[in-house]
């Protein structure tokens, strides 16, 4: 029996982390990655305009590439086009809002949690209506110099983090500006938190492209705040959704290597140059669709 | 007689500082002004779709809004485009490479000079022909966070000018975060220039979001370095494309008001929030049009 083809799509390279976090848990599987380059960034677009794209990208997944299974690896579209998705296709499709907020309600004792995302993600509320379903009270904030930031690769975690414990090593000009970005956006939602009587406890990081950020964020949350990585959140609840297929497909074939197709609607050679940050290993070669944008 | 309309276009709300300079020069003409915000930012993709979306633009500006003028108010689809503009209209087209370069030359004693722009303009090497055929070397960079860092208003330009040269004033964080990643890329590109043997006296900002930087640029170049603004270089050449015209049809209405009429092809409450910042006054109403993105 074959192993699903798992379909994973983002408007951009950043939902290869979550991609990267389900070959981790299920290497056996076929995935399709679909980054829709050509009209990214989703994040400052309107619901309209991202929920037609995102119903294009998931139909090109099913349709064309044989997904039985489709992960919204992307905050914007699962925020703004979930509905939109679930009804341009017929397999199960499951996005990263929610396993995100069941992760933060577990790991929260003070049931105050804290969200930052991009503008559309902020702006839809979706955090804040799965958290108050969790039973949870959210506080969300737009980053959006994060992603830039991201994708012009102006981290370097090992060393900020180095030099924020012991002042010593040199911080390279790059990241400590990363790090003075972070350290604005924490202050200004910290101080709202503490503003409107909340006690926070969970960092959610609502944007498959602030995984790469995590030491950093590390290094700057407040003391005892746990930090919840909605790709990390979103995988493990993909695996439990597929898992029995999974299983009984995958009982004679557990040496079978992780088949991986990755396809973008534009800038195929930058998305693989920049892909392999994200996944944790090539990604190989990249092919060129056009969606008709 | 009546005055022209001219139209302008850019791929976001950058090109309303064109616009700005524009209105400047000619405050009695007619303008129709089309952020292809659906499709934002072209910066990142590729010269077949950036083609493809400037040439969607430049039709709706001339075919349905009666420009009889066309200035590309973005130097990515200027450097990217601007064949494929001129072969979808019949209108005199201009874009904002050339007249940057000549303000360059016309600025540069030692026949070196500097470009920043984003990562498409950069790749193209526009700015790099058209300041040989002006008889200068260019050295080019791309920068490309400084547009979302403009987006954002991570600016305060008078404090920081003010920080800048007596130590006493407090920066605020997030202009200063600006003010460093500027330090940091200018920094890279005058060693570089210097690695190369250039002895640079001129930088072009080469991307129509910079003119709201140009207090940071003035604090942070070399002193001697002069810069050129290729929105003010491009309102010039504008003016004098179009002035046979416009000063027969003006002579009569010297009071008219600006007539200005502005769409967007997504996030119209965005371009109204953020426009007036680029524009230096109310933008006003602005339609909304779908280009078929």
Redesign the interface.
Known sequence: MPTPTIGVFDSGFGGLTVLRALIDRIPQAQFAFLGD????PYG???RR?IARYAAESARFLVNEQGAEFLLIACNTASALALDAIQDAVSVPVLGVIEPGAQAASAASQTKDVLVIATDATVQSHAYTAACRSQGLRALEKAC??LV??V??A?IDASTVIAASAAEAAPVP??A??TA??IR?YLAELTSEAAARGFNPDVLVLGCTHYPLLRPLFEAAVPAGMRIIDSAQAAADAAVQSINGRLASAAAGSSARPTELRCFAT??VE?FERLGSRFLGQPVGKVQLVDLG?
Not at 37 to 40: G, S, W
Request: aromatic share 4%; proline share 12%.
């Open positions: 380059t050509a009209r990214l400052s677009k309107s305009t959006p110099l830039p930031l994708e012009e102006w000009p790059r400590a500006v003075e970005v604005i534009d800038s930058k944008g």
